[in-house]
């Protein structure tokens, strides 16, 4: 008889045991549908075996707590992640976006470029007859010509020195020399170290205008810039 | 200018002193008497002869008969007595009677001048040497005869240096004082400038862009040896210092074009000018004491001459508004120089005590870049009367305007060497 009571009051203390055992905190994570409009990568999910529960011990109860607020610990953390990966995608199709953007804006900068130094290359300034002194147009060139200096400061430049054809070889080749010298002061009291800039002479012999006419020796009288 | 009457020959003035030029000997060059008739000795004796027309015809002092109208065949009349009376009927004042013979490639030469109507023999000379000395030996005569008649030993052993752009480059160029045997020296294939000789024709001094900027050289014509010049900014407009191995140049590298003196060697012994402005263009009096150069100075290029010694300065031109390319005649009176108004270019001369300016080309292209012979009674300078730049040369008086070479491309800026003394 005492043994029967034994058993049944075994069974009755395991079987619950064993059933509390074997069912497990019920974890659901839920991912919601974000505004990222390339794939990125899931979060993967986690699905969870649910089992049926039987009404809980305390013991039970307390791990079942336990469990819960573990999941809502981790509910919290996973939204913050997934805030994250949101951001993080969000960065990166603005980042491809500024890359475009920038990609637009680097082909200007480089016409930009490319005009300004053939605008240093191609523009000479001219001078009267016989003279070195800088016209106020000749001036102006040469605030350009200082600007891009400024705004590349890896550049040395030659300043050549040029005549018309009038006048003597060796006259020439000094008054070239004054004309070259007077584009550098010009450059050097706007602030270019004058190490930056060379000067050279050709006098009259290499115009740019081989007739033998007023207008030709206009264009022949001339400062020129090369960029070494 | 000569040393006038003290060369006349017996009460006969060879040479007008006033215009030398004015009135040309009339003389008589027959082909050479041949000891033989082979054809060595022909051909020589025609070609000889022809050169020594020539070049009696170069100094502009004389006029050559045409041998049309000579009356007898050299090989019938002897050569150290001639027939005066037939010379003179033929308007002969001057006879030149020459002898050949050759043996193998060795030549002897008999060259005689007589006077026609002295019926006198003023020079006497027998030469020996190869075959290919024919032009050293008229030369050599010619300085006889011009010696004799100017006092001065003229330029027969001269040379002229030059730019030629043949090349498709301005290089350097020199030949002969009558255009002969050019030759191109420098091979920079860039830009090269302004030739200048030393004394004796040893020595030549440029400016070359060989190294991509206006460099100053000086080289030794025959031996590879010499000296570079490349301060920055230009080195340029060489002359020597009359018989010495000094030269004058115009450098900027002190931020001013101003004009040093300098060893031959290319060190700087001191500097010159040193007035802000253009300084430039110098050229040597004789003896070497005074220069005369460029100066923008007064507003204007015009012309001054400093005496080294106690640096006084004096300007010479005051006509026009662009005189440059100053260059002193060795006998010291006179200085040419390139005169630019309205656009155009003209050689002029004047005193060295600024009187007496003349212009002596007349607006025929453009006229620059004068230099003297070493003889003070021509002038070599360029012109573009025919189109392409050319070498020309004229007496002192500005007669006598003839071209004296063609080359390809165009020629300019000849530089006229000292006498080559020990040819």
Redesign the interface.
């Known amino acids: 008889m005492k043994k029967k009571l034994w058993i049944s009051l075994a069974l009755l203390l395991v079987i619950p045991g064993l059933l509390f055992t074997v069912s497990c905190a019920k974890k659901a994570v839920k991912i919601e549908p974000s505004a990222v409009t390339e794939p990125s990568e899931e979060p993967a999910e986690e699905k969870v075996a649910e089992a049926p529960i039987t009404a809980p011990t305390e013991e039970e109860a307390q791990v079942v707590a336990r469990e819960v607020a573990e999941e809502e610990e981790k509910k919290k953390e996973e939204p913050i992640e997934e805030e994250k990966v949101e951001a993080v995608e969000e960065e990166k199709v603005e980042a491809v976006e500024e890359e475009k953007v920038e990609a637009v804006e680097d082909e200007e900068e480089k016409l930009e470029e490319i005009a300004a130094k053939n605008q240093f290359i191609y523009e000479d300034i001219y001078f009267e007859f ?1 003279k070195s002194t800088l016209l106020p147009m000749a001036q102006d060139t040469l605030k350009k010509k200082a600007e891009y200096l400024f705004n590349n400061t890896y550049i040395t430049a030659v300043i050549e020195g040029h005549c018309d054809e ?6 020439n ?3 070239g ?2 004309r070259a ?1 007077s584009a550098k002061s010009f450059l050097v009291d706007l602030g270019i170290l004058p190490t930056r800039l060379t ?5 009259e ?1 290499r115009p740019v205008d081989p007739r033998h006419i007023r207008e030709a020796w206009a264009k022949n009288r001339r400062a020129h810039f090369v960029i070494e | 200018m000569l040393l006038g009457s003290a060369l006349s020959w017996a009460g006969y003035d060879y040479i007008d002193i006033s215009n030398p030029f004015l009135r040309k000997i009339p003389i008589a060059v027959p082909f050479f008497k041949t000891a033989t008739i082979n054809d060595a000795e022909t051909q020589i004796s025609s070609k000889a002869a022809d050169l020594l027309s020539k070049t009696f015809e170069f100094t502009g002092y004389f006029k050559t008969i045409d041998r049309n109208a000579y009356l007898l065949a050299p090989n019938n009349s002897d050569i150290d007595s001639p027939n005066f009376r037939n010379w003179r009927s033929i308007g002969a004042e001057l006879l030149i009677t020459g002898g050949i013979s050759v043996k193998n490639n060795s030549m002897e030469m008999e060259l005689r001048l007589f006077d026609t109507f002295k019926e006198q023999l003023l020079i006497g000379k027998i030469y020996k040497g190869k075959i290919n000395d024919q032009r050293k030996i008229i030369h050599r005569f010619c300085s006889e005869v011009i010696y004799l008649f100017s006092g001065n030993w003229g330029y027969f052993n001269s040379k002229i240096a030059f730019v030629s752009t043949g090349s498709g480059n301005k290089e350097i160029y020199i030949c002969e004082f009558d255009g002969y045997n050019p030759k191109q020296i420098t091979h920079d294939s860039n830009l090269t400038l302004s030739p200048a000789w030393s004394l004796n024709a040893k020595w030549i001094a440029y400016t070359s862009y060989a190294r991509g900027k206006p460099d100053l050289y000086i080289r030794h014509l025959t031996e590879k040896r010499g000296a570079v010049v490349a301060k920055k900014g230009i080195n340029s407009t060489p002359a020597w210092v009359p018989g010495k191995f000094l030269l004058a140049a115009t450098l900027s590298f002190s931020g001013d074009q101003e004009i040093y003196l300098l060893t031959g060697t290319g060190k700087i012994i001191k500097r010159l000018t040193h007035k802000r402005g253009i300084d430039t263009s110098p050229a040597w009096s004789p003896e070497g004491k005074k220069i005369a150069f460029v100066s923008k100075r007064s507003g204007t290029p015009q012309i001054y001459i400093k005496e080294i010694d106690s640096g006084r300065i004096k300007r010479l031109t005051f006509e026009g508004r662009y005189n440059t390319q100053p260059s002193w005649s060795p006998k010291g009176d006179k200085i040419a120089y390139s005169a630019m108004k309205n656009d155009k270019s003209n050689i002029c001369v004047i005193n060295v005590d600024g009187s007496n300016l003349v212009q002596l080309t007349n607006n025929a292209g453009e006229n620059e870049s004068p230099s003297w012979a070493p003889s003070g009674s021509l002038i070599a300078f360029s012109s573009t009367r025919e189109g392409p730049s050319r070498i020309y040369i004229m007496t002192a008086y500005g007669t006598d305007q003839r071209r004296l070479l063609t080359l390809p491309g165009e020629q300019t800026n000849p530089d006229w060497s000292p006498r080559v003394i020990n040819n």
Not at chain 1, 166 to 171: I, S
Not at chain 1, 199 to 203: A, L, N, Q, R
């Open positions: 016989d009038r006048g003597t070889n060796e006259y080749l000094a008054l020399d004054r010298e000067t050279v002479s050709y006098g012999e």
